[in-house]
C-alpha cells in the first residue's frame, strides 16, 4: 500500500509543478499558492510513504 501511495505521491508532485509552471506564466496568484501547498503536501506524503518502505515507524 505504501508504495502505491509512494508513486501517486510523486506523480501528483509533478503535476501539481507543471501546473506552477503554467500559472507563474499566466501570472495567477492564487493557483500559483494552491499549487505550491499541494507540492508541499504530496512531498510530505511521499517522505512519510518512503521512511515506512524503508521499516521506520514514525
Known amino acids: 500500500m505504501n508504495k502505491g501511495l509512494l508513486i501517486v505521491n510523486v506523480i501528483l508532485f509533478f503535476i501539481a509543478a507543471a501546473a506552477l509552471g503554467v500559472a507563474i506564466y499566466h501570472e495567477e496568484l492564487v493557483i500559483s499558492i494552491a499549487m505550491l501547498l ?3 503536501a504530496s512531498a510530505g506524503n511521499a517522505i ?3 521512511l515506512r518502505l524503508k ?3 514514525l
Open 38 to 40: 499541494v507540492m508541499v
Open 48 to 50: 512519510m510513504s518512503w
Open 55 to 57: 521499516g521506520k515507524r
